[in-house]
């Protein structure tokens, strides 16, 4: 099963994120508290595609509401987007975890739960049919792009894709999070505002 038995015919984003409140065309839905469905103007030019929620967005039922999403405020504050513009999502839309104590520790999704969940993204893109795609981070490049896509080689630059004029890979903000280096951490967030900016001002130009 995958989601596509989930999914209504319509693109209106409303009935959309209704309709995934119940989707289990996967097994992940059962141990989140949520669907956490994409957030944003229909009308956005921009979209960003994350891996999948965390712990507090499985919480809030809100995509990068948690740690990376503040990291993510920052970078789009520095490329100069307002997040108010930007549709946000994820590839997978249910927190996929495993127990450390009585932490939740997040853990990468499947393929094959990559791939259940793509009608969903397919719908959203259907709807917003954005002018500026990025891929946040290798799994949400992996979605997008196809399995051929590495952020370390692919990340800095334009990609071609179906999906929208302008497509870009740039590191999850997580990413960034990671790092405990002063150093590393500067130039990864560096990396990131600079992709971001790249495509929002081949979006401005359009
Ligand atoms: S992760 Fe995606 S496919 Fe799996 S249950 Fe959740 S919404 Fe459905």
Redesign the pocket.
Known sequence: M??AD?VPDTRSLRTLRQA?RD???????ED?TQ?VFGEGPRKARLMLVGEQPGDEEDLEGEPFVGPAGRVLDDALRAAGISRGEVYLTNA???FKWRARGRRRLHQTPRAG?IE??RP?LEAELEAIKPVGLVALGATAGRALFGPGVRVGQDRGRLLESPLAPLAALTLHPSAVLRLHDHNEREGAMAALVEDLRMVAVGVADR
């Not at 989707?23 to 839905?29: F, Q």
């Open positions: 995958t989601s989930f995934a989707c289990r065309g996967c097994p992940l839905w989140a669907t997978v839309k249910h739960e259940a969940c969903w």
